[in-house]
């Protein structure tokens, strides 16, 4: 590492970064891919039920799906959502001395591109990259709309939980980056309201209607056909969340709550730890030139965190679901950042001490977890 690199420690950070990340791929591919794996066994062969949409578009190309496929599809998606996000930073900010702080505190998160490498194979990461596409492409047209709402119906019949994880964010993006700059008019409001009513109606079916309509054993001697290996019946331990009915995981989530609640200590220190970006963000929005985006942008952060608020409630997979809260915070940071300002926000401050030792500590932690933190 050269003296000028050491000089900027905030590009160590990045190189340091690099290394968690490939020590976490390294640890989780020696984990058993549970939940990913029967995920891409899923499809619509019995009729149309929920979280089944990757699974069909693998039985396209495959009759028999092999472990390591969970990886090789988790990975590249993961590879593409990151090379899209460094495409989205630049365009936005640009890589200069200035805003690598507000990169090392984004890209290098543990809420971020760190645990969706722990995650590999989860869905969660499609919503974060279809966003990222929303943010790269022109949206004047309300062509724009439509395309949101298409990823939209994927994200949900991917997993409709998707409907509160990824799919408000999207929205907030739809109305930052294409209401607010073409403003309303009779077509796209009409656009937008439809699109609405039918992203409601679709996860009402899968809600209500999308469970598997054939016996457990049945199902699960299907899946053993669509499996490389047959005999590794343990990966087919989580074939009842296809029966499982939506009071039973809030049940469930109740249940465990005495004990998850005990993590939300852990969250707040992690959201803490970036203070300075937080403060970057706030700014920004204060800086908006326009009273009433600002209003939009914060009524836009407000429910997205509304909608995570309400899958707290639903499913306990906390970890994962205060890092997708923040990793939306990041993608919205993006659009805000296109809207006209008043003045020039105060960036992150690389060459302050305290600043400095919370990016390194955001920096070294490799990851949140699923359920409980780490």
């Not at 699974?55 to 190309?61: D, E, K, P, Q, T």
């Not at 294409?178 to 008019?185: E, K, P, S, V």
Request: charged share 10%; glycine share 6%; proline share 5%.
């Amino acid at each position: 590492m050269s003296l000028r690199a050491w000089q900027n420690p905030w590009r160590v950070m990045l190189a340091v970064n690099v290394a968690v990340m490939a020590g976490v791929l390294i640890h989780k591919i020696t984990l058993p891919p549970y939940v990913p794996y029967i995920h891409l066994l899923v499809d619509y062969h019995f009729g149309f039920v929920k979280r089944a949409l990757i699974g069909a578009i693998v039985s396209l190309f495959t009759e028999k799906v092999p472990v390591w496929l969970v990886f090789a599809l988790g990975g590249a998606v993961w590879v593409l959502t990151a090379l899209l996000f460094v495409k989205l930073f630049r365009r936005t900010f640009g890589f200069d001395d200035t805003h690598m702080p507000l990169f090392v505190f984004t890209a290098g998160s543990p809420f971020f591109l760190k645990n969706f490498m722990h995650t590999l194979g989860h869905f969660d990461i499609y919503g974060c990259l279809f966003a990222i596409v929303l943010l790269l492409i022109p949206a004047q047209s309300t062509g724009f709309v439509l395309l949101a709402t298409f990823f939209s119906v994927i994200l949900i019949l991917i997993h409709h939980i998707h409907l509160l994880m990824y799919v408000p964010t999207i929205a907030v993006i739809v109305i930052l980056r294409h209401y607010l700059n073409a403003g309303i008019d009779r077509t796209n409001l009409a656009v937008g309201v439809i699109s609405l009513l039918a992203l409601g109606a679709l996860f009402l079916a899968l809600q209500f209607r999308g469970t598997m309509p054939i016996p457990a054993a049945e199902f699960t001697a299907y899946l053993k056909t669509r499996m490389a290996d047959p005999s590794r019946t343990d990966l087919l331990n989580f074939s009842y969340i296809w029966y499982q009915p939506l009071a039973k995981e809030i049940s469930d989530t109740w249940q465990r709550m005495p004990s998850n609640i005990l993590g939300v200590p852990v969250f707040a220190l992690l959201i803490w730890l970036h203070s300075p970006l937080w403060r970057y963000f706030a700014d920004l929005i204060r800086s908006l030139a326009d009273d009433f985006q600002r209003r939009i942008v914060v009524a836009g952060i407000a429910a997205v965190t509304a909608a995570y608020l309400i899958m707290f409630s639903m499913v306990f997979d906390y970890s994962r679901w205060i890092s997708n809260w923040a990793v939306c915070l990041f993608l919205i940071l993006h659009a805000v950042k296109a809207l006209p300002s008043a003045r020039v926000a105060s960036p992150v401050a690389g060459d302050d001490k305290k600043t400095g030792v919370l990016g390194w500590i955001v920096t070294l932690i490799p990851r949140v977890g699923v359920i409980r933190p780490f």
